[in-house]
């Protein structure tokens, strides 16, 4: 870029052939890293110094409305705090207890696994994350969050909500990575209905309240209140986590496959926080030692600057 | 017009700024539909009237940071800019001379040349997005360039 000149100087148009000549070099220079960006998926420095640059701005837009929810969460009135409290703590209570059954069930089902000579389950860790405030692309579903390869986080991880399944990790950063939604219409998700176990695909509309599974035949076997879980295959998202509700089936007799649409069961559009979920596969138990009796996921060994969380 | 060529660096930056935060600033959905794409408008405006101030380079690199905050492919955002950015240079004398309206139909042009290098680039990496609203942001931002460069017109010349 030619620099200022100093402020009198008269105006003199640079020559064009330069400006051709540039304006090849810096397409021919952003060719070369879309290509190299799109077909290696990384370009770890460039992204990460990129995205640590972009930082402070997203931080900048996203601090007006962490700002408001400071200043309301401190002047929250104490009954509201009070009632706050007491709706938590009857959660906590009945979680408490679900937990208590759920760590029976998983030292049941460790035993059996090893009876059936059966790969034990992955191993599991999560970290949480917060959703910046940021409208990326208003067509396209993707959210920032603050969670970037510093805390380990990589290409194609899952990240889920209270609910289920909320979406997986695309372009990493230094401190943010990109999410793409479930409700992208340039995502899916492997399914499976939980009844009956049907495999297919779900599919993102551009809407955060439907997901379409286009790929069901006429006769398939879905109903409306179905429960879809995902199915592993893919190997993103693990087995079995909740996606989605079945809320239309539509059999047209003159089409060979129905319509089928379903509810997210994440709330894509008004979380505010995220966990993203590292899975890794479990090292199988030497046969002489039984099975262990710590529940938890294996994972805090692995991971052991993570705060971990149970899943 | 002259003085449009002195535009101080101070104005560029501070513009350049203010289009990468208007283009992540939460809006409600309907708005965040119709946003125009705020940092093409400050680069053509540069190219067009201050072309010496903010050139090829001051386009790329503004690309490049749109794409660190918003690119499905990193360097897409810099290629449209870039393109852009020349088109505007090569003509931006002839472009001076334009009534108002003349030069929002050619920054109509530019917008739409930007909106279907991106949808093009989207295509052929696989992030294609057919969706006819992610057209809007051409209309608005041809609709807003009036206003647009008669506010930074108006901050060159105090200046």
Redesign the interface.
């Known amino acids: 870029m030619p620099a200022l000149r100093e402020p009198g100087a008269r105006y003199a148009p640079p020559r064009v052939s330069a400006l051709g000549l540039r304006t090849l070099v810096l397409c021919a220079i952003s060719i070369g890293i879309m290509v190299f960006d799109h077909r290696q998926h990384e370009l770890p420095v460039i992204r990460a110094g990129l995205s640590a640059a972009a930082w402070p701005l997203q931080v900048l837009v996203n601090s007006p409305f962490a700002g408001w929810d400071w200043l309301s969460s401190s002047f929250a009135t104490r009954s509201r705090l009070l009632a706050e409290n007491e709706s938590l703590r009857a959660t906590a209570r009945e979680n408490d207890l679900r937990l208590l059954r759920l760590e029976g069930t998983e030292q049941e089902n460790l035993r059996l696994r090893e009876l059936l000579n059966a790969a034990p389950r992955d191993a599991e860790s999560t970290k949480l994350a917060t959703i910046l405030r940021l409208d990326l692309d208003p067509l396209r579903h993707r959210v920032l969050i603050d969670r970037g390869s510093r805390d380990g986080v990589v290409r194609g991880l899952a990240v889920l909500d209270g609910h289920g399944v909320f979406g997986q990790t695309s372009n990493v950063g230094l401190l943010a990575s990109e999410v793409i939604l479930l409700s992208d219409p340039t995502h899916a998700v492997p399914v499976q209905v939980e009844r009956n176990g049907l495999r297919t695909v779900a599919v993102g509309t551009g809407d955060p309240r439907r997901l379409t599974l286009p790929y069901l035949p006429r006769n398939a076997d879905v109903r409306v209140d179905d429960l879809l879980v995902s199915s592993g295959l893919g190997g993103v998202f693990p087995a079995g986590l909740p996606v989605a509700r079945i809320t239309e089936v539509r059999r047209d007799p003159s089409q060979s496959l129905a319509t089928v649409n379903a509810d997210p069961a994440a709330a894509l559009d008004r979380d505010r926080e995220v966990l993203v979920l590292w899975v890794k596969p479990r090292v199988p138990l030497p046969a002489s030692e039984p099975p262990a009796a710590p529940t938890g996921p294996a994972a805090p060994a692995d991971k052991p600057r993570a705060k971990d969380r149970k899943p | 017009m002259?003085r449009a060529?002195?535009a101080p660096?101070a104005l560029l930056y501070a513009a350049s700024?203010l289009g990468?935060?208007l283009s992540?600033?939460?809006?409600p959905?309907v708005l965040?539909?119709i946003?125009p794409d705020f940092l093409l408008l400050v680069v053509i405006w540069f190219a067009v009237m201050a072309?010496?101030?903010?050139?090829?380079?001051?386009a790329?690199l503004a690309?490049?940071?749109l794409?660190?905050?918003?690119?499905?492919?990193?360097?897409?955002h810099?290629?449209a800019f870039?393109?852009v950015a020349?088109l505007a240079?090569?003509f931006h004398?002839r472009v001076r001379m334009f009534p108002l309206t003349h030069q929002s139909l050619v920054v109509f042009a530019l917008l739409w040349l930007h909106q279907f290098l991106l949808f093009w680039?989207d295509g052929v990496?696989?992030?294609?997005?057919t969706?006819w609203?992610?057209w809007l942001p051409v209309i608005t931002g041809a609709a807003l360039w009036p206003v647009w460069t008669g506010l930074f017109g108006r901050l060159t010349s105090r200046s």
Not at chain 2, 24 to 27: E, N, R, T, V
Not at chain 2, 125 to 129: F, I, R, V, W
Request: aromatic residues 8%.
């Open positions: 002259n060529s002195d660096r700024l990468l935060v992540a600033l939460p809006l959905h965040d539909l946003r072309p010496r101030a903010g050139g090829l380079l001051f790329w690309g490049l940071a794409d660190a905050f918003r690119g499905q492919v990193l360097g897409e810099a290629l870039v393109v020349y240079h090569r004398l680039i990496t696989g992030h294609a997005l969706d609203a992610r």
